[in-house]
């Protein structure tokens, strides 16, 4: 790795992309999906009450030089209240955990939720390490996604992650052609397998929502979407991308990460996601 990934700068673009992705909806997808967002400083967090997982309520940013209080967090827990959901996490880098962080969890009664490894590294290190899209199965082609083919792009995104509400395949759906994001896809033939955007934040890139159906693995179908979405990250004039997929547990094997890991991405950090709950 030529050089480290800005640590706020990784934060900044992860919660930069989640909000954008959805907080940006057109206005209906929001009104129906209860949608909204706060900004505190550089810490942003984000509530979708309507969503059964759970999983886009999530806040992160923090860092960029200010300090990370219980009053901060405690403003956070207020606006999940205030959003009627109940559960929201925070998303904060290890090293940046304050030294009373044990008295802020306790006080705020947060828990330990999943993990996640975070990857960085410099454009340039990627696009040597090896040509994904040489090695997709011959009979898969990748490419950029037009807006006509928004729908079905979201439909393999979002369903492959567990959100199949067609209010949330709207969200998605209204991503494509957005400023600052580049959506890509692989088709077998004239169908989507496998998808994956880029946000792109300055100097930062985020490969976010990489996916792909059943059928469609072990054809090499993420591999060439990372390696695609990295050289348009450089044509954006991104210095840097950075990632996330979930921690391995003992036993466990998680193909994306060492996907990530063997075109050069290289672990940041692990990080745990605090949640608060009603």
């Known amino acids: 790795m030529k050089a480290t990934v800005p640590l706020s700068l990784a934060e900044q673009t992860e919660i930069g992309a989640y909000v954008d992705f959805v907080a940006g909806a057109p206005a209906p997808v929001r009104e129906a999906l209860g949608i909204d967002s706060l900004g505190i400083g550089s810490v942003l967090a984000l509530a979708v009450r309507e969503d059964p997982s759970r999983f886009f309520n999530r806040a992160g940013g923090f860092g960029d030089g200010e300090a990370i209080t219980a009053d901060v967090l405690a403003q956070v827990c207020d606006f999940y209240r205030k959003q009627g959901v109940s ?14 962080w044990a008295s802020t ?3 705020l009664d947060l828990t330990n939720g999943r993990s996640y490894v975070k990857l960085g590294c410099d454009t340039e290190t990627m696009l040597t390490a090896g040509d994904g899209i040489a ?12 807006p006509h083919q928004a729908n079905e792009w979201a439909t393999v995104m979002m369903t492959a992650y567990g959100f199949d509400m067609p209010d949330m395949i709207d969200m998605a ?3 494509v052609g957005k400023p600052n994001w580049q959506q890509y896809a692989v088709w077998d033939g004239e169908r989507i397998i496998a998808v994956g955007s880029i946000f792109i934040n300055g100097d930062c890139a985020d490969m976010f929502g990489g996916a792909t159906l059943p059928e469609g693995r072990g054809r090499g179908a993420h591999s060439a979407l990372l390696a695609i979405r990295a050289w348009a990250a450089k044509a954006a004039g991104c210095r840097w991308l950075v990632a996330e997929t979930g921690a391995e547990s003992p036993g466990d094997h998680n193909t994306s990460l060492h996907n990530m890991l063997r075109t050069g991405f290289q672990p940041l950090y692990e990080r745990t996601t605090w949640l608060w709950r009603e």
């Not at 929201?88 to 290890?94: C, L, R």
């Not at 090695?135 to 037009?146: K, M, Q, Y």
């Open 87 to 100: 559960q929201g996490a925070f998303m904060i880098a290890p090293p940046l955990l304050p030294p009373d």
């Open 105 to 107: 969890v306790a006080e």
């Open 135 to 146: 090695a997709l199965d011959p009979s898969l082609h990748v490419g950029l996604v037009e």
């Open 173 to 175: 759906a209204s991503c």
